[in-house]
């Protein structure tokens, strides 16, 4: 990224003066989503909504607003993702807790959740027994038990950051009753049988970790990022462990990165389980397959 140009002045300005200077910093700075961030920080600087930003748009900004504003911005334009700055996340239908140390979901982790929806009905009935392998945030986990009301859940992560962030988010989204989290190494302690079961799990190569973005780099810990020397290690042992667990008619779906679906595919063959349904992320790339016993 290019040094971001001139100091920005923002003490006395309206809000909409405010925001036009924090989205020319944060572009001049290399920020993509220049006028989203500048907007979502000003927003909490101001401790307002979108709707008073639009309705007082010419409200001056007082000294300690435009002082947060701009520590706000300094530490997005040296890289920090907003959803860190701000601690939260919108995925799915949910508003998420961000933590450090946890994965930040991802828009495209939705692709296999519309995945999970479409495979979890199969034969006409809704999965009662859910499980999310690698659990991070709670998110897929969050968003499926939100979309089968009548399931409960079991969330499983090796790291007791991510172990606790899903407990949060469960507890935050009112399925606390509903879902419960174990720190552990993919199904190894497990019992099914489970009728759906998510996993996101990592799956960059390890020599590709350092030329990441460092958005990626810098704040997704490294743990919910190494797949091994080929990507593909979780695939290896959560498909081993999937037919064990898994319940008659019951479905595995898992995501995967840019062209491995050709390998995840293989290895789940591998384990005797075939694919019944597949689905693209909003680029149109192939992002999440589902798998069953045949
Ligand atoms: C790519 S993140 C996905 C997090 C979350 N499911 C999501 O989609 O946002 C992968 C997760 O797998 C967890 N993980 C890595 N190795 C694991 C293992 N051997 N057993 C269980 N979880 C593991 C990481 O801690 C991380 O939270």
Redesign the pocket.
Known sequence: MPAPDAPLIVVGLSRDASLSAGRAFLRSAGVDAADEDARALLLVACGIDRLALVTAAAAPVSESEAQQYRSLLDRRAAGEPTSRILGRRAFWTLDLEVRPG??D??PD?EALVRLALRVGRRHGRAPRRIL??????G??LCAVLDEFADAHGVG????DE?CAATRANLAACDFGRRAAVFR???SAALVGPFDLIVS???YIRAGDIAGLDREVRDHD?R???DGGPDGLD?YR?LFAGAPDILGRDGVIAV?FGSGQAGDVELLANGRGLQKIDAEQDITGRPRASAFAIT
């Open positions: 946890v994965l979901p991802r982790s999310d392998l690698g659990c991070g945030s998110a897929l499983v992560d090796l790291s991510a552990g190494r993919w996101n799990p990592p810990p743990l919910a990022l979780a042992e995501e």
